[in-house]
């Protein structure tokens, strides 16, 4: 069994910036993919970066990159989402995923997740 814990969400001003942190323990397996999906009110869930263990490998929602960056810690088991000039459309639940393969193919784009945690929001004020 997996466990993914989330941490870092807040509330900021527009043009800030926050970092969201995600832990994955348990049976983590070595070449699978992390990343971070969002959902705000009345809206789908979307997708937000990937970051696939085996290379390296990064994958954005087009209209973030460069202004958010994910990076792993590969001795921690944690990945991390640098979120820089926050703008209020940003705001929303912020949910870390782990597709947990040995395996996991960066031509899929956003993780394919097996596992979600539960959440952690970002308010941004305008």
């Known amino acids: 069994q997996v466990q993914l814990t989330e941490s870092g969400g807040g509330s900021v001003q527009a043009g800030g910036s926050l970092t969201l942190s995600c832990e994955a323990s348990g049976n983590v397996l070595k070449n699978g993919c992390m990343g971070w999906f969002r959902q705000s009110p009345g809206k789908e869930r979307e997708g937000v970066a990937a970051?696939?263990?085996?290379?390296?490998?990064?994958y954005y929602e087009y209209s973030l990159k460069g202004r958010f960056t994910i990076t792993r810690d590969d001795a921690k088991n944690t990945v991390y989402l640098q979120m820089n000039s926050l703008k209020p459309e940003d705001a929303g639940m912020y949910y870390c995923a782990l597709e947990n393969l040995n395996n996991a193919d960066p031509s899929g784009g956003f993780c394919d997740a097996d596992y979600w945690g539960q959440g952690t929001q970002v308010t941004v004020s305008s």
């Open positions: 970051f696939y263990y085996s290379g390296g490998y990064t």
